[in-house]
């Protein structure tokens, strides 16, 4: 089975003017065409996932609300709760909660249960650190309903602060609430030791590879050096495919990068220093075994 832990789903029509104008910069940035991330539907999703064949898709919710300074907030939950509803067998859904709302943020925590989706996404680049105690309560409510928590780690947006992005503030949370799993965006890029020493030391933390298209393809011994010493250090049970649709397709097709996991092939520069290849059982684990057993499928 083939699932991808880390895909974004959002139509034009329910995009706040200023959320659409951050895609659109991080477009210009990627330097591709804005118009092939504006309106990504969850049809336009299924017809890649049936190309690539990936069996399940997560789908993250995000709360930007006190970033862009918008009132509302629930309304990305219940669009990612629907359109689970029309699919469940092909997609999970994973709320995004801004933990800074206090008891509001247990009440959507609530909220999301009683509609169906099954894991919290944190956004720290709202500007909040993971590890503030005030959080605590929210984590607590977490952890007692058994849900997984992927968090953001590494770059973001520009306007927005990477500081609040370390994966050490993840090491915090893992270690004071140990029956939390909690999933680190895009290996922490650019603190991708960082993040593989937290993984390493917490049973209960794991990464996702999401958004290295564009290294594999343009950096790629970057790419088999981040993936050499995750295996190396602690252990290919701790990394999960993910692809951060839409916003990498331009540069690589979900079954581009299914494939290129499928291939993996450590290069020979890097073998000559001992670094083992991956064999056809991690390239599984990575596609989807290690995801069926974080998320208990």
């Known amino acids: 089975m083939i699932i991808d832990a880390h895909c974004h789903i959002w139509e034009e029509r329910i995009l706040p003017a200023n959320v659409k104008e951050k895609y659109i910069d991080l477009a210009r940035e990627l330097n591709y065409d804005p118009a092939l991330i504006i309106d990504v539907n969850h049809e336009k999703l299924l017809l890649q996932m049936n190309e690539a064949e990936i069996d399940k898709t997560i789908i993250l919710a995000l709360d930007y609300g006190t970033l862009f300074k918008l009132k509302t907030y629930k309304h990305y939950n219940s669009y990612v709760s629907d359109i689970v509803k029309k699919h469940p067998d092909r997609f999970i859904g994973f709320m995004g909660i801004d933990p800074q709302r206090g008891t509001r943020a247990i009440d959507e925590l609530e909220r999301g249960i009683k509609m ?56 915090t949370v893992a270690v004071d609430f140990p029956n939390i799993k909690i999933i680190m965006a895009h290996i922490g890029v650019p603190w991708v030791s960082e993040a593989i020493a937290v993984a390493k030391k917490n049973d209960n933390v794991f990464f996702d590879i999401s958004s290295f298209q564009v290294g594999y393809k343009n950096a790629p011994f970057f790419f088999y050096q981040a993936l050499a010493e995750a295996k190396m250090k602690c252990g290919v049970e701790k990394i999960l495919f993910g692809s951060d649709w839409p916003l990498f397709v331009p ?44 998320l208990d499928l």
């Not at 919290?120 to 058994?146: Q, S």
């Not at 993996?264 to 069926?292: C, Q, R, S």
């Open 116 to 171: 169906g989706l099954k894991g919290v996404k944190l956004w720290p680049i709202t500007g909040f650190y993971p590890d503030n105690p005030e959080f605590y309560p929210f984590y607590k409510r977490v952890e007692e309903l058994g849900l997984p928590i992927l968090c953001h780690t590494g770059s973001c947006p520009p306007g927005t602060y990477m500081k609040y992005n370390r994966p050490a503030f993840v090491d």
């Open 251 to 294: 540069h690589m097709s979900q079954k581009e990068w299914v494939l290129a996991i499928k291939n993996l092939k450590v290069p020979e520069p890097m073998k000559a220093l001992g670094i083992p290849d991956f064999t056809e059982e991690e390239k599984a684990m990575i596609l989807g075994g290690n995801a069926i057993r974080v």
